[in-house]
T-cell receptor, first 120, second 112 residues
Framework: GAVVSQHPSWVICKSGTSVKIECRSL??????MFWYRQFPKQSLMLMAT?????????EQGVEKDKFLINHASLTLSTLTVTSAHPEDSSFYIC????????????????FGQGTRLTVV | DAKTTQPPSMDCAEGRAANLPCNHS???????VYWYRQIHSQGPQYIIH???NNETNEMASLIITEDRKSSTLILPHATLRDTAVYYC?????????????FGSGTRLQVQP
């Protein structure tokens, strides 16, 4: 089946620095990828939709200048947390939908393994 | 996408069937029921999905009521590795540009 790979799986950074998280679709092309954030004991919250070759679409309340998304190719989207602060510490997960069969509408969502960010 | 309601937590004995319910009373005719699970500190994993017929795969069975307002995910022989948060999601079929919206899910604890 389709695979979404996320890197790094965990990162610790100092307050004020920037961190980049990569999300790759390994065996399919993803024109759209999604970034979620998950705080402890909470559900996944959609942050933004990443579109290849165009600007990302951010959910309400998510600062686009703080969470920079770049989707430069059909297999790679990156999320950069700029000037990270302790409150940005969270579990970040990317996702992409791939076709289950030849029917364009029949897609399945695949998720990366997640990146645990700790800002100290 | 339609909203879903799930119990916050359930326990199940190892080797027994785990039946996880989900209410989706506002589901539309073109919306599917998806089930995903998330094991601690991992990304969600697809389990199964269906429209109106019952579905079965190597992981689980999905029973959807005739009026489609509720469904049950069945893990026939739960193991300790099935301990996870299970999410029931209702969404239209999509070419890939629509994100899935996660609710609170059900935390299933499989007891030895």
């Amino acid at each position: 089946g389709a695979v979404v790979s996320q890197h790094p799986s965990w990162v610790i950074c100092k307050s004020g620095t920037s961190v980049k998280i990569e999300c790759r679709s390994l065996d399919f092309q993803a024109t759209t990828m999604f970034w979620y954030r998950q705080f402890p004991k909470q559900s996944l919250m959609l942050m933004a939709t990443s579109n290849e070759g165009s600007k990302a679409t951010y959910e309400q309340g998510v600062e686009k200048d703080k969470f920079l998304i770049n989707h430069a190719s059909l297999t790679l989207s990156t999320l950069t947390v700029t000037s990270a602060h302790p409150e940005d510490s969270s579990f970040y997960i990317c996702s992409a939908r791939a076709r289950r069969d030849s029917r364009p509408m029949n897609t399945e969502a695949f998720f990366g393994q997640g990146t645990r960010l700790t800002v100290v | 996408d339609a909203k879903t309601t799930q119990p916050p937590s359930m326990d199940c004995a190892e080797g027994r069937a785990a039946n996880l319910p989900c209410n989706h009373s506002t589901i539309s005719g073109n919306e599917y029921v998806y089930w995903y699970r998330q094991i601690h500190s991992q990304g969600p994993q697809y389990i199964i999905h269906g429209l109106k017929n019952n579905e079965t795969n190597e992981m689980a069975s999905l029973i959807i009521t005739e009026d489609r307002k509720s469904s049950t995910l069945i893990l026939p022989h739960a193991t300790l590795r099935d301990t996870a948060v299970y999410y029931c999601i209702v969404s239209r079929m999509d070419t890939g540009r629509r994100a899935l919206t996660f609710g609170s899910g059900t935390r299933l604890q499989v007891q030895p």
